[in-house]
């Protein structure tokens, strides 16, 4: 029989600690923010202004993304990157506040080790090292760099991230307190980040999952399972909205089921592509494993019910834990089989890098509560360690969690400065300079005349003309992949003749 008693673990009380951690997040993103583009985000970048050709064409824009920046072509064109820079610092700070707020609803009453020391009510740490884990945690995030890169220089991953850290901060908060309201939000935000990204496609069954954890057979009841089917399809409305954000749309004989279907099966390819598949598959070893090991409530015994055998089963799960630990620090640096070192078709795996940081605050917290609490029950038995040596080795961890994140930040923010002092702009600019000079001499610029000739280039150079020169000027893509392309012609065609 289970003898817990109530103790004050009031995550809700202590909701400064995760707002504390999204504010620093967003401090050291605004602080480190790119001022401009770099070659590997220009492209994206001139799609959410409108001027990049690919939106005519081949190019599909996520429509949750497309709404929110939309008011962003408003401004100058000059302006844009550094506002979609600061688009994704708030999107970044937003997500390490979810990944605080979710890491301190983990239970730490998985196992028997556990439950024989944490006597809360819901199972949360309540030690005096309580905060540790999401601090460190957290930490590790934000200093990751891809995390801090994807949060300081734009790209349309980090918008999916933040919507993926609200779908899992609703199931845990759902496990606390049974609200029907959070299990809707998250299935509403499911519906709406799976029309904005069908990479979400390979996360389904572990969300299903979540939401079965949460209410059990339940679930499948008819007033439960209705109405989060219907949030879920009121978020997947947003697919309705892709065909209209294209322009072109009938303009060139495509109809508004044909680009639907069309962008359906874009997103099919994330998981029919046998090179999505692998690469996917092995990051969720580091990631999604470690996070189902801890979501199981694991019995006390099991087999052998002697001393002997407890012992060693005790044993065993305390060394999976370790190597669980140690594989999410391991990750968050950056070395071998981590997202960063696995990047495969420009994809950065930022939920992968997210969850991994999410089973590192867990797996803290569970040796900190094992060392820094003895064992509590109706029969004391001797501890293998002293309480006072259990607890020197708890500070001592805390310390070096806490000391990791920053070495990790030591150790990327030389990246992070040496990309926002690129010389790009530079290049960019002294062609910029020959244009103004020159206007209204020249008609058009051709991509073969700036440094090479990639497109990167043209559509940099595009964004730091003023206004009134860039509407009078024709860009011309001279690249091979873009001459060889029949739908490049025919937007040549339509916007010169």
């Known amino acids: 029989m289970d003898d817990r008693t109530t103790r004050s673990s009031g995550p809700g009380k202590r909701l400064w600690l995760p707002i504390a951690v999204g504010l620093v997040a967003l401090a050291v993103y605004f602080l480190t923010a790119s001022p401009w583009m770099i070659y590997f985000n220009a492209e994206e970048v001139a799609t959410v ?3 990049s050709w690919a939106v005519e064409s081949n190019v599909f824009v996520p429509p949750l993304l497309y709404l929110l920046t939309a008011p962003l072509r408003l401004f100058p064109d000059s302006s844009l990157p550094f506002l979609l820079n600061l688009f994704s610092t708030v999107l970044g700070a937003g997500s ?31 030690t005096s090292h309580w905060w540790v884990p999401v601090v460190a945690a957290s930490l590790l995030f934000i200093f990751q760099l891809t995390i801090w890169e994807s949060s300081t220089l734009y790209t349309k991953e980090i918008l999916n991230l933040f ?17 029907s309201t959070s299990l809707a939000t998250g299935a509403f935000v499911t519906g709406i980040a799976l029309a904005n990204d069908g990479g979400l496609f390979g996360f389904l069954p572990f969300i299903l999952a979540g939401f079965l954890w949460v209410r059990k057979k339940e679930l499948f009841s008819f007033h439960v399972f209705i109405p989060l089917f219907g949030c879920f399809l009121m978020g997947c409305l947003l697919y309705l909205t892709v065909p209209f954000i294209h322009t072109y749309n009938g303009a060139d004989g495509v109809g508004y089921f044909d680009r639907l279907f069309s962008y359906l099966g874009t997103q099919k390819s994330y998981i029919l592509l046998r090179d999505f598949r692998i690469p996917n598959f092995f990051l969720a070893l580091t990631s999604v494993l470690p ?32 190597i669980f630990l140690i594989t999410s620090f391991y990750v968050s640096f950056d070395m071998a089989f981590s997202p960063r070192q696995s990047g495969h078709f420009g994809l950065l795996y930022l939920r992968y890098q997210y969850l991994t940081c999410l089973a590192a605050g867990y797996y803290l917290g569970y040796f ?9 029950g109706r029969r004391k038995k001797k501890t293998l360690l002293p309480p006072q040596l259990g607890n020197i080795l708890a500070w001592g961890l805390s310390v070096i969690a806490l000391s990791l994140p920053l070495a990790l930040a030591v150790k990327n923010a030389p990246f992070i400065q040496a990309r ?31 440094f090479g000739g990639a497109s990167a280039q043209l559509l940099m150079l595009r964004s730091i003309l003023p206004d009134p020169i860039t ?5 011309l893509d001279s690249s091979s992949a873009y001459l060889n392309n029949p739908k490049y012609h025919r937007l040549l065609k339509k916007t010169l003749w």
């Open 368 to 376: 900190i509560l094992i060392l820094s609490r003895q064992m509590e």
């Open 471 to 475: 509407q009078n000027l024709i860009f």
């Open 49 to 51: 202004g409108g001027w």
């Open 291 to 322: 996070l189902i090991f801890a979501t199981v409530r694991w019995p006390s015994q099991f087999g052998d019910m002697t001393a002997v055998g407890a012992f060693f089963t005790q044993s065993i799960f305390r060394v999976f834990h370790l």
């Open 96 to 126: 390490a506040f979810f990944l605080a707020l979710t890491i301190r609803l983990l239970p730490q009453d998985r196992t028997r080790d556990q439950r024989t020391r944490e006597k809360s009510s819901n199972g949360f740490l309540t």
């Open 163 to 179: 919507l993926f850290s609200v779908i899992t901060w609703s199931i845990f908060n759902a496990r606390l307190t049974q609200s």
């Open 420 to 450: 926002n002092q690129t010389p790009w702009r530079t290049y960019i600019q002294s062609m910029a300079d020959v244009i103004v000079k020159d206007n209204p001499a020249i008609g058009f610029v051709a991509s073969n005349t700036i």
